[in-house]
T-cell receptor, first 111, second 112 residues
């Protein structure tokens, strides 16, 4: 089947904005998620967006959804060293907790 | 601790051996999920429990994999006759069905 696709790596300077992109597979997905994974820590839900929204803003995070192109993006404003992590987008399969994850984008923040 | 607890954090075993991985979910969470994460990949769904019963085990790769949750709380993932391809991080997550999964730190399995 099709995969949820993400770029593998992003390097960004501290204070700049980061944009992480994702292409998902199911146009009927009701929610789309962004998870963050830091070394030595579990996956953490960062934010999510309902499929009837085009944009969601949550402090430094902005999620954009283009349903026509099945494209999801996460923008992190004023990126900090603590934002260094792997970011996964995910969509539900046939039930909300059964998720299909992308392969993850490693974000490295340099001083 | 209030989070999802998984033990052991690391397990090294030999090909052909039997392995058990344990997940202690957040108290009161009725839903429990097992995922597997191979190196450089995102997590892949294995099985989902609602209470004591396996509501969906469609992600288990073959019949060497089995999971139980006898009292609706702690769950054990069991792998028989381990193979090198089983090496991965096994993640457990629990939920109170409000839309967020809470993940543990995972059990890293290495099969030599």
């Amino acid at each position: 089947g099709e995969d949820v696709e993400q770029s593998l790596f992003l390097s960004v300077r501290e204070g700049d904005s980061s944009v992480i992109n994702c292409t998902y597979t199911d146009s009927s997905s009701t929610y789309l998620y962004w998870y963050k994974q830091e070394p030595g820590a579990g996956l953490q839900l960062l934010t999510y967006i309902f499929s009837n929204m085009d944009m969601k803003q949550d402090q430094r995070l902005t999620v954009l959804l283009n349903k026509k192109d099945k494209h999801l993006s996460l923008r992190i404003a004023d990126t900090q060293t603590g934002d260094s992590a792997i970011y996964f987008c995910a969509e539900p399969l046939d039930s909300w907790g059964k998720l299909q994850f992308g392969s993850g984008t490693q974000v490295v923040v340099t001083p | 601790g209030a989070g999802v607890s998984q033990t052991p954090s690391n397990k090294v075993t030999e090909k052909g051996k039997y392995v058990e991985l344990r997940c202690d979910p957040i108290s009161g969470h009725t839903a429990l999920y097992w995922y597997r994460q191979s190196l450089g990949q995102g997590p892949e769904f294995l099985i989902y429990f609602q209470g004591t019963g396996a509501a969906d085990d469609s992600g288990l790769p073959n019949d060497r994999f089995f999971a139980v949750r006898p009292e609706g709380s702690v769950s054990t993932l069991k792998i028989q006759r381990t193979e090198r391809g089983d090496s991965a991080v096994y993640l457990c997550a629990s939920s109170d069905n409000t839309g967020e999964l809470f993940f543990g730190e995972g059990s890293r399995l290495t099969v030599l």
